[in-house]
């Protein structure tokens, strides 16, 4: 016995001494013995988190359902009435009186993670993963950039697409009009190997430079490995005004069609449309697709007004690779003339808000005021196509309103955190303060679904968007009366409030509406 061995040094240290001495001495023989046999106690799950008493809406759109959600190493260790076991749990919040669902996921959103990673405008509002990569702009090294990425810590989990402008300039293809095959073949060979280094898909912005210059041929060829891989091709398409969106939509579907990817829209809007029939019409062009067997989808945000630079109003022949100064000189009067029309096709001066210095805060129209000139010679002359960025009023709410209802259609921000554009810092929280609270325009299993799961199954995204046993520990818990998306055009850097309980892989980083500084993203990428 462990006590006989040690029984002369009674004599040395005293029969006190020795007593604590082989208790210390017997205590860990026993614990050296059960971990030698194994104890069934230590196999059974620690759970680190246990939310108890909520309702859960699963991000499927099923009805909602009382019950209990146990959380261990960052995923959904169980689901139902866990009240009996809560002493298996570091810690419980009660939920009572609150909804428990899944992590928002921005389909389209902009930002970087290495400059900016805390992404507190994002989560604020319930976004737990948001995807990057978007109008044709994206990292060059998919791999490379998700080790950053990881290093960076970044407050949302990160997914990414490769982009198709990037990846022409990568080619050294960059605004030509007809590539070689060669070409070709180089840009295809790059769009395979993002896909292997983990991108959801390929994304175009067909109405940007250098996409605007690619044709259908080339869109289909890059589409292939997309396909192949599983991914879907995401897209600013080349045009969203209303007497050109429907050969825009056309040609995606053919790039669908002819590649065999699934196909998506970005930020589906009509801009200058007007009506609940007009959204009708270009969602039966899309549902007709579908049933001709072409995968698609679009993502949508909730404003009329939509943010980009200032080029959207200038012609091409008035951007590279056409020389600005030139084009001044020699035709001066009929870019006039031009931004005249655009302008006034776009609501007027007073519908494009500028978001960038000196002019922030001012429409178009009063700039034009106080220096005491015509707008159109304001932008020819003081900004260029290159010069601003600016939100612009021209969508109509009832057209906008019934493409958002459609069950093919998700949420998205297309916002970033220094965006002076509210749906960067309110878009998640307005769809649940507005259209299910205020308008009842969606229920809320049906809100949360599009915010949810129908984004993760769409990109592909692994065992995310749902709350499910085996599924990523991404959470909300708050009152859905209580949410309110403070941003506005005017003050757009206000964060979104009611979501009590913000958690990301298992951890909690926003809690009763304060973040505590912990940081739990991952770069995330496609499902095999």
Same mark, same amino acid.
């Given at each position: ?26 205590? +860990? ?8 046999? @194994? #104890?069934?106690? *230590?196999? $059974?799950?620690?759970?680190?988190? !246990? %939310? ?17 959600? +146990? ?8 689901? @139902? #009435?866990?009240? *009996?076991? $809560?002493?298996?749990?570091?810690? !419980? %919040? ?435």
């Amino acid at each position: 016995m462990i006590a006989d061995q040690v029984a002369p040094l009674a004599q040395k240290v005293g029969v006190a001494m020795y007593a604590r001495f082989a208790h210390w001495l017997l205590v +860990a023989f026993l614990a050296a013995h059960v971990l030698a046999a @194994g #104890d069934d106690r *230590a196999e $059974l799950a620690r759970w680190d988190l !246990v %939310i108890t008493n909520g309702v859960v809406l699963d991000g499927t759109g099923s009805p909602q359902f009382h019950a209990d959600i +146990a959380i261990a190493d960052g995923m959904i260790a169980e689901i @139902g #009435d866990l009240k *009996a076991r $809560l002493s298996d749990a570091a810690r !419980v %919040i009660d939920a009572d009186g609150m909804v428990v669902t899944p992590g928002f996921i921005d389909a389209h959103a902009h930002g970087d993670p290495l400059k900016t990673p805390g992404f507190e405008n994002f989560l604020a509002m319930g976004v737990t993963t948001i995807c990057l990569g978007q109008d044709g702009d994206s990292p060059e090294n998919i791999a490379a950039w998700m080790t950053d990425v990881a290093k960076a810590r970044p407050g949302t989990n990160i997914a990414v697409f490769i982009g198709h402008g990037t990846v022409r300039d990568s080619a050294g293809v960059g605004i030509k009009e007809n590539p070689s095959q060669d070409e070709i073949a180089k840009m295809r060979n790059l769009v395979a190997e993002g896909m292997l280094q983990g991108a959801l898909g390929m994304t175009t912005g067909l109405e940007y430079q250098p996409g605007s210059f690619a044709k259908i041929d080339e869109l289909v060829e890059l589409a292939k490995p997309v396909a192949r891989a599983g991914g879907l091709v995401m897209s600013h398409m080349r045009s969203e005004d209303d007497d050109a969106i429907d050969g825009a939509l056309d040609e995606l579907l053919t790039q669908g069609m002819k590649s065999g990817c699934p196909v998506h829209v970005s930020h589906i809007k009509v801009t200058y449309g007007h009506g609940k029939a007009r959204a009708e019409r270009l969602l039966a062009k899309m549902a007709e697709a579908r049933a001709a067997g072409i995968k698609v989808t679009a993502d949508i945000y909730p404003y009329t007004a939509s943010y980009t630079g200032i080029a959207i109003v200038f012609p091409d022949w008035a951007k590279p690779p056409y020389d600005y100064k030139d084009v001044l000189r020699e035709r001066r009067s009929e870019l006039g003339d031009y931004l005249r029309r655009r302008v006034a096709q776009r609501n007027g001066p007073s519908a494009t808000l500028f978001g960038t210095e000196p002019w922030v805060g001012k429409t178009l129209e009063q700039v034009a005021r106080e220096l005491g000139k015509p707008f159109e010679d304001v932008l020819m002359d003081d900004i260029g196509p290159r010069g601003a960025s600016a939100a612009y009023f021209v969508m109509d709410e009832e057209l906008q309103s019934r493409l958002l209802a459609d069950d093919h259609v998700m949420l998205s921000s297309d916002g970033r955190p220094a965006m002076r554009h509210p749906r960067g810092y309110g878009s998640f929280a307005r769809v649940i303060h507005k259209f299910v609270i205020q308008d009842k325009l969606l229920t809320l299993e049906n809100a949360i679904r599009k915010m949810s799961g129908l984004t993760a199954e769409t990109l592909n995204l692994d065992r995310r968007g749902r709350i499910a046993a085996g599924y990523h520990a991404d959470l909300l818990i708050f009152k859905p009366q209580s949410v309110v998306d403070n941003a506005t055009f005017d003050k757009p850097h206000r964060l979104a409030s009611g979501f009590d309980y913000v958690i990301v892989n298992g951890r909690i980083v926003r809690e009763k509406g304060r973040f505590n500084g912990q940081r739990a993203g991952m770069p995330l990428k496609r499902a095999s």
